[in-house]
């Protein structure tokens, strides 16, 4: 029903507001007995195989939503019973922001990809903590990030208020350094910084009763050389693990209209660079830290690829709303199939 009729009806409007009129109807729903049992209850699968544990959670089945779809914490129950074993809001920031101006999210119908340029919009971490405190059984992961105003020397103190209200509500954290969508963000990358904001929120960790999995999210622009530093500063910091990989400001091979928009590239086109990188990163470090794979994964196949090449769990978004929900349910049964086999 999805890719004959939905899709291509949303497809006809524009990007974001389709998004939020998708979240209205989605909430609606869900509140719906019929309907969400009729409705989403079909894209649910259950089963032994499903269940896995990474960096000390229990997981229901290992396919997650990617951060920026659910920013806000607004739709999490909803989506969780779409199929999802795991729901990652944000990217959250100290204060309120509206993000860049609009038009800020195209379509690239022809190369089955996105363009978004949004800049961290959301309410802020205490509205979203608020939302959160209401959870009973969804695992969630919070995205943080710093303000926009906020100049880099600074950033260390935007993602520790992040953590610090997060950190009772969330099950696990993802620093996010690597949005090409805030100025000079990704310079955060960079071995020292990166390591030193790694270090103080481990500390700040340390002082809990019960600490939280502390993750990066990395570019998929990133060199051979630049790969080598993350899983050093993975290993030097004692993080629980690295997301691969957040969106790309590579353009090549694309053949629709909007191509040249500014901002971060994710679907399609990112599925190879997405998976190498996870290939390259589990070669390559001694400690085998698990790693979330995301980008690109259109197909059950896809995801079957990032598992291959070293991934742990894995994301969609971009798959999510080129695929619908059927696509959650695809990776789980083609995982299940797998395990069974093994």
Same mark, same amino acid.
């Given at each position: ?31 719906? #007995? ?5 409705? $989403?209850? =079909? ?5 032994? /195989? &499903?269940?896995?544990?990474? +960096? %000390?959670?229990?997981?229901?089945? #290992? ?5 920026? $779809?659910? =920013? ?5 129950? /909803? &989506?969780?019973?779409?199929? +999802? %074993? ?21 379509? &690239? ?67 996010n350094v690597s949005s ?61 693990g690295v997301i691969a ?98």
């Amino acid at each position: 029903m999805y890719n004959s009729l939905l899709k291509p009806l949303l497809f006809q409007f524009d990007p974001e507001k389709v998004h939020h009129f998708t979240f209205k109807a989605l909430h609606e729903m869900y509140k719906m #007995p019929g309907l969400k049992s009729s409705f $989403f209850e =079909k894209y649910q699968l259950h089963a032994p /195989e &499903l269940e896995t544990e990474v +960096f %000390g959670i229990k997981f229901p089945n #290992p396919v997650g939503l990617a951060a920026g $779809f659910d =920013k806000d914490a607004k739709l999490f129950k /909803e &989506l969780s019973a779409l199929g +999802f %074993g795991f729901i990652e809001i944000g990217t959250v920031t100290p204060q309120p922001q509206d993000g860049n101006p609009k038009k800020r999210l195209f379509r &690239l119908k022809e190369d089955q990809a996105i363009i978004n340029r949004m800049g961290f919009n959301n309410g802020g971490v205490e509205a979203t903590v608020q939302r959160l405190k209401q959870n009973k059984n969804v695992i969630i992961g919070g995205n943080i990030g710093k303000n926009k105003i906020t100049a880099n020397e600074e950033a260390l103190s935007d993602y520790a208020i992040c953590y610090d209200a997060l950190v009772g509500v969330v099950d696990y954290f993802v620093v996010n350094v690597s949005s090409p969508n805030t100025p000079n963000l990704r310079a955060l990358q960079d071995k020292e910084p990166l390591t030193k904001l790694l270090l103080h929120l481990q500390e700040r960790n340390a002082k809990q009763a019960k600490q939280k999995p502390i993750l990066l999210k990395i570019a998929p622009d990133l060199t051979d050389a630049q790969l080598l530093d993350i899983i050093d500063i993975v290993e030097t910091t004692k993080i629980a693990g690295v997301i691969a990989t957040n969106t790309t400001i590579s353009r090549e091979g694309l053949t629709s209209a909007d191509r040249e928009e500014m901002g971060g590239l994710s679907g399609k086109p990112l599925t190879q660079r997405a998976t190498e990188v996870i290939r390259f990163l589990k070669d390559n470090s001694q400690t085998k830290f698990p790693i979330i794979g995301v980008g690109g994964i259109m197909t059950a196949a896809d995801a079957m690829d990032k598992f291959k090449a070293g991934a742990s769990l894995v994301q969609v978004y971009t798959g999510f709303i080129y695929k619908g929900p059927q696509l959650i349910k695809d990776i789980n049964a083609a995982v299940i199939k797998e395990r069974q086999q093994d």
